[in-house]
């Protein structure tokens, strides 16, 4: 909870993100307001990562990072991708972007990668 309140108060103050691989930034720019409802162990957790990367995409890329999402929802209501490809992909980005503790790791850029690379794909052929 605390790495997304640090999210949308950073992507209120930078629409366009703070920038890549700089979530450390914007933690260490938005704890000082927040330490009266969190702890001092809590104020310490999750200082590079944010615990997600639904929090990283939102305060280090902005309002772009919804345009990642908007693929990825497209990719998953999309008929026109194979079944198997959405079980074999949407499942690594949906733990991910809940979980995960970086782009770089589990194959999370890899994943979204092709995902918005099968997306246009399907927009090509029709």
């Known amino acids: ?3 997304f309140i640090v999210a ?4 209120n103050i930078k629409p366009f993100g703070i920038g890549i691989n700089r979530f450390e930034d ?3 720019n938005q704890i000082k307001n927040q330490k009266k409802f969190y702890s001092s162990e ?3 957790i999750n200082l590079n990562d944010g615990s997600a990367n639904l929090n990283k995409l939102i305060a280090e890329f902005g309002y772009a990072a919804f345009i990642i999402f908007a693929y990825f929802i497209f990719f998953i209501c999309s008929k026109k991708i194979s079944m198997e490809n959405k079980l074999f992909l ?6 991910q972007t809940i979980r995960g503790a970086g782009y770089f790791n589990g194959g999370y850029l890899v994943a979204a990668t092709l995902i918005i690379l ?3 794909d399907t927009k090509e052929k029709n």
């Open 26 to 28: 914007a933690f260490k």
């Open 42 to 44: 809590i104020m310490k």
């Open 90 to 95: 949407f499942p690594l980005i949906l733990t």
């Open 8 to 11: 949308i108060k950073t992507l």
């Open 1 to 3: 909870q605390n790495s």
């Open 118 to 120: 099968l997306v246009h």
